[in-house]
């Protein structure tokens, strides 16, 4: 698999709107279930979303659903997290990886993790 760049954060206020865009590079990458995840140094990295290799199917973390929208254009190699009404509790930075669900129902990444993209919401 090949490397994922993340792009798209930056600084707003609560109530704002960020998108943020994982951009991989790799002839499989449509094959793949993608997901988003979030860390705050120091803190265990925290699974927020996933999207199933055709887009048909969308999973959230309980903290993001009904504010985060995860979508993809397998035809660029591109995942998106569309982030409406972001909270202070937000503000971490955002990896992307393709993923796998385990036997618990949890999703695990498959690669190693790129830079991320900082998000920091200001209340």
């Known amino acids: 698999q090949g490397q994922l760049v993340e792009s798209g954060g930056g600084l707003v206020q609560a109530g704002g709107s960020l998108r943020l865009s994982c951009a991989a590079s790799?002839?499989?990458?449509?094959?793949?279930?993608m997901g988003w995840f979030r860390q705050v140094p120091g803190k265990e990295r925290e699974f927020v979303a996933a999207?199933?290799?055709?887009?048909?199917?969308?999973y959230y973390a309980d903290s993001v659903k009904g504010r985060f929208t995860i979508s993809r254009d397998n035809a660029k190699n591109t995942v998106y997290l569309q982030m409406n009404s972001l909270k202070p509790e937000d503000t971490d930075i955002y990896y992307c990886n393709a993923v796998r669900k385990d036997y618990s129902g949890s999703y695990y990444p498959l690669n190693s993790w790129g830079q991320g993209t900082q998000v920091t919401v200001s209340s």
């Open positions: 790799g002839r499989t990458f449509s094959s793949y279930a």
């Open positions: 999207i199933s290799w055709s887009g048909g199917s969308t």
